[in-house]
């Protein structure tokens, strides 16, 4: 579960972080300034069962990875190069959440 409001706070990290390119209004940067604070709210609450730094690593590569494809997607250049070290950098995400484990929470008054 815990994994899952990682990728949750990444995913919004991406959307956030596009949409500072665009925010011309007020009402723009109220929802981008939610939209942070759920993400970071998110990913603290991850940290119950996650350890930090492997929680953090992956939140901010979601976000790296994200935010790239997604300035792509606006027209914004691109090359071989930053392709093939997106690549590795994604390859070192995955390795994070494969080879990190979760603490297993006991509930008060369980041993």
Not at 54 to 77: D, K, N
Request: proline share 2%; aromatic share 16%; glycine share 10%.
């Amino acid at each position: 579960m815990s994994w899952l409001l990682v990728f949750i706070a990444g995913f919004l990290e991406v959307i956030w972080a596009t949409a500072l390119k665009h925010a011309d209004t007020f009402s723009d940067w109220l929802i981008i300034l939610v939209l942070i604070a759920v993400s970071f709210i998110l990913l603290i609450c991850s940290y119950k069962t996650i350890p930090m730094a492997s929680a953090y690593t992956v939140f901010v590569g979601i976000g790296t990875v994200g935010t790239y494809a997604a300035g792509i997607f606006f027209g914004e250049p691109f090359s071989g190069g930053q392709i093939f070290f997106l690549g590795l950098l994604l390859a070192g995400i995955i390795g994070m959440k494969l080879f990190t484990k979760e603490k297993n929470i006991q509930s008060r008054g369980e041993q």
